[in-house]
C-alpha cells in the first residue's frame, strides 16, 4: 500500500464512510484512486461522487452514482451548475500551489453544509526536505506556502470551521465546516516570533 493509498484509506475513509445519500466533488483525478474510494462509500450510502480534471479521465468507472466533468477546477460557473445540493465532502487535489488552493477553498466553500468536509492534500513539505528520499524543491517550497496559507486562513476564521492536519505522508488539511457564516479574507498571522522581545529572549539564552 502507498502511502497516499494508506492516507486515503485510513484518514479520509473512517470520515466519510458512514454518511448517508453522501454528495462528494472530487477536484483532482489523476489515476482514479481517490475515485474509487468515493465510489465504494457513495454506491453503499446511496451517494452521489462528481469528479473534476483536466484530462478524460472518464473511462475509470461507469458508476451511475458518477459524474464526470472535463474542466478546470476553478471553472466555477461550470462546476456549480452541477452540484444540486450541499455537499458533504470536497477533496482537493489538483494543482499543489497556495494561491490556487486558496482561490478554490473560498470558491467552493458555500458549497458544503454544516458539518461537511474540505479536505486538502499535500500540506506537508517535509517529505521533500533536501535530506530526504523525496527530495523536491518545488514540492518542498509549494507545501510548506499551502500549509501556511491555510493555517492564515484559519486564524481569520477560528469561528466558521475546524482545522486539522495530518502530516502522513504529504499530508492533509482537514477542513471541518461549523457555520454559514461568510468568510473573512486572509490576513497575515501577527506573530511575536521576530519582535525586539524575541531577540532579548534568545540573546538572553547564550548566558544561561
Not at 445519500?21 to 451517494?47: D, H
Not at 499543489?96 to 454544516?114: L, Q, S, T
Not at 523536491?136 to 517550497?141: A, K, L, Q, S, V
Request: aromatic share 12%; hydrophobic share 35%.
Amino acid at each position: 500500500m502507498t502511502n497516499y493509498d494508506y492516507k486515503i484509506k485510513n484518514i479520509i475513509r473512517p470520515i466519510i464512510r458512514n454518511i448517508k445519500n453522501i454528495k462528494i466533488l472530487e477536484l483532482g483525478v489523476e489515476r482514479g484512486r481517490s475515485t474509487k474510494l468515493f465510489l465504494k462509500v457513495c454506491n453503499r450510502n446511496k451517494g452521489k461522487l462528481v469528479s473534476v480534471d483536466v484530462n478524460d479521465c472518464s473511462k475509470i468507472s461507469k458508476s451511475s452514482n458518477w459524474e464526470f466533468i472535463q474542466s478546470r477546477d476553478d471553472n466555477f460557473k461550470l462546476i456549480k451548475k452541477k452540484i444540486k445540493q450541499k455537499l458533504d465532502l470536497i477533496y482537493l487535489d489538483t494543482l499543489h500551489e497556495a494561491d490556487h488552493v486558496e482561490k478554490i477553498f473560498y470558491g467552493y466553500y458555500d458549497k458544503i453544509k454544516i458539518g461537511g468536509y474540505f479536505i486538502i492534500d499535500d500540506i506537508s513539505h517535509l517529505p521533500y526536505l533536501k535530506n530526504q528520499k523525496r527530495s523536491n524543491f518545488y514540492c518542498e517550497i509549494n507545501n510548506l506556502e499551502t500549509l501556511n496559507r491555510v493555517i492564515e486562513i484559519y486564524n481569520n476564521n477560528i469561528n466558521s470551521f475546524d482545522l486539522s492536519i495530518s502530516f502522513i505522508s504529504s499530508g492533509l488539511a482537514i477542513i471541518k465546516k461549523k457555520s454559514n457564516s461568510k468568510l473573512k479574507e486572509k490576513q497575515k498571522i501577527l506573530t511575536r516570533q521576530y519582535s525586539l522581545k524575541n531577540r532579548i529572549r534568545n540573546f538572553k539564552k547564550f548566558f544561561v
